[in-house]
């Protein structure tokens, strides 16, 4: 039985899913838009400075042979964005925009079904707002259509976020998501209706799908994997002297709750120290520009510095609003470093309160305040929670997230 994947620019939990269904012999074609491989003329040319993004698209030598490329829009995407040449990546509209670029791998994947149903595919694996076109014609074709939603559902989200406009105006400039148009929100819904099976990483995003107007097939919670676990962790400088290390690492925007962090953190500045990693959605809001100021910022910095600078600090704040997953929980638990989230994420699924991890109230900046108030009255849990995180990480390699799926996909059979 022969899988059929389509994903315009590959991530992390794509290539886990490839790596899950080459594992049982399932993968049939990859198609994207760049990918380098050991070798190749790419993989030579993300060595040059100004195409080193080109190392985002590095792809092990055993899926060359099942990969199909079709370059040019997003190339065009890439080179837009070295120039600031903005109106060609304009949101939806752009000649060379994320938009277009989902559009052109989309067809591209529609037009290879035939073929491939002569060669044994059985299914087509395709991810949210690029799977529209390829499930039209599998459906003609027979063949399963196995639909990946890595995000909550887009009703949900703006019941939920439409409230930060009551309880944090100051934030809301922030709020840029909410940008779609109907005719790409519209797009989204018949996806998922055309969707036999659909795979979420969280419960929530199960959840999320409740607002959807209409009956929709099966849907499987698998969560993603955790990055390798550190072996070196030191808890020591954990003292009740010390000021509590909070961090905070993702978009500086309010569905992640910066607004709350950035609270907490005042309140509770004579205890605590705040380090922020993330780059600003907008210029336009003064909350978050003169919160910049306070606290240490961080605009950008490379993965692996990530890493080390989560290992660096005691407690990640993740008080996300609307979130699919929330990829930076597992990051900092796989560093030893205990995550405070919300309900909102896959938090429920990874983590047991006061365990290897705390849950909070989304949208309630008094919970988070409550939550690093205990930790700071007793700080040597730090170090035993954070242990119980390292241990969750070992127990879940994103191994096996592939392994899931690719079973998950096969049983459908």
């Not at 990946?148 to 105006?169: C, F, N, V």
């Not at 905070?248 to 309010?254: D, K, M, P, T």
Request: hydrophobic share 35%; proline share 4%; net charge positive.
């Amino acid at each position: 039985m022969k899988i059929i994947v389509s994903h315009p620019n590959s991530n992390q939990f794509n290539r886990w899913a490839l790596d899950g269904l080459l594992d049982r012999n399932m993968l049939q074609e990859f198609n994207t838009s760049l990918a380098a491989f050991p070798g190749s003329f790419l993989d030579k040319l993300s060595n040059v400075k100004t195409f080193s993004e080109i190392k985002r698209r590095s792809f092990v030598s055993n899926l060359q042979p099942f990969t199909k490329c079709s370059p040019w829009r997003e190339t065009g995407r890439i080179v837009s964005g070295k120039f600031g040449l903005q109106s060609l990546v304009k949101h939806e509209t752009g000649i060379f925009s994320v938009d277009s670029v989902y559009r052109d791998i989309d067809f591209k994947t529609k037009s290879r079904l035939k073929k491939a149903k002569l060669n044994g595919a059985k299914g087509v694996y395709a991810y949210e707002d690029g799977a529209l076109n390829t499930f039209l014609e599998a459906k003609k074709l027979g063949l399963t259509c196995f639909y990946d939603l890595p995000i909550g559902y887009w009703k949900h989200a703006r019941k939920l976020l439409e409230q930060e406009y009551e309880r944090s105006p100051e934030w809301v400039p922030t709020l840029t998501g909410l940008q779609d148009s109907p005719t790409k929100l519209s797009k989204k819904d018949r996806e998922l209706q055309l969707a036999d099976k659909i795979f979420v990483a969280s419960t929530f995003t199960k959840n999320s799908l409740v607002d959807f107007d209409g009956i929709l097939n099966n849907v499987q919670v698998v969560p993603y994997g955790f990055p390798n676990p550190t072996t070196k962790r030191n808890y020591s400088n954990i003292t009740r002297r010390n000021k509590l290390k909070l961090l905070f690492v993702g978009r500086l925007e309010q569905r992640k709750g910066i607004g709350d962090v950035v609270k907490v953190a005042d309140a509770l500045k004579n205890h605590v120290s705040l380090t922020i990693v993330g780059q600003k959605p907008t210029q336009d809001c003064e909350a978050l520009n003169s919160a910049v100021k306070r606290h240490h910022w961080i605009s950008s910095i490379p993965h692996a510095k990530v890493l080390e600078l989560m290992k660096e600090h005691d407690v990640l704040l993740f008080p996300s609003l609307f979130e699919g997953f929330g990829m930076v929980i597992t990051e900092a638990m796989s560093q030893g470093t205990p995550v405070i989230t919300t309900e909102r994420t896959a938090g429920p699924d990874l983590i047991e309160h006061g365990e290897n991890g705390w849950l909070m109230k989304a949208g309630s900046t008094l919970s988070l305040k409550n939550c690093v108030e205990e930790i700071l009255e007793n700080k040597e849990i730090i170090a035993q929670v954070g242990k119980n995180a390292l241990e969750s990480a070992y127990n879940r390699p994103w191994k096996k997230y592939g392994e899931e799926l690719a079973q998950a996909m096969r049983d459908h059979f």
